[in-house]
């Protein structure tokens, strides 16, 4: 089972949260997500995080409070264990490195995006006010 973490990325301002598009070349195409990526051997989930938001966005994490971990199967018999962390700090202009877009979107308009199958449960229940 392929380990990831992810953030859940809430802006102070407007306690809006960051949700990012794949490019139309990667694998589950066009379908959101939250930011993150793969846990090396040996990584802790948070050490993890930290250095995918680098890479990702170009940013200096404050990695917060775990969330939640949820395991997902796909379809094509991969499965998934995604551990979240909220994150509500960052050092750093937010760049935009390899996703086809990136939004700030309220909580409630969350389910209108297409998100991939994992997140999907978690996405419902952010959007009814857990977690954030």
């Known amino acids: 089972m392929r380990q990831v973490s992810a953030a859940l990325i809430v802006r102070p301002a407007d306690r809006k949260i960051l949700i990012c598009q794949r490019k139309e070349d990667q694998p589950l195409p066009l379908k959101w997500e939250f930011p993150g990526g793969k846990i090396e051997p040996g990584e802790e989930p948070g050490a993890a995080l930290k250095r995918e938001l680098n890479?990702?966005?170009?940013?200096?994490?404050?990695?917060?409070?775990?969330?939640?971990?949820?395991?997902h199967m796909y379809k094509n018999g991969r499965g998934v264990e995604l551990h979240f962390f909220r994150v509500d700090r960052y050092t750093g202009e937010m760049e935009n490195r390899i996703f086809k877009d990136l939004r700030w979107v309220d909580r409630r308009s969350l389910p209108q995006f297409d998100f991939l199958e994992a997140d999907v449960k978690l996405v419902r229940e952010i959007a009814a006010g857990k977690h954030i």
């Open 55 to 71: 890479e990702e966005l170009g940013i200096e994490a404050e990695i917060g409070p775990f969330v939640t971990r949820i395991q």
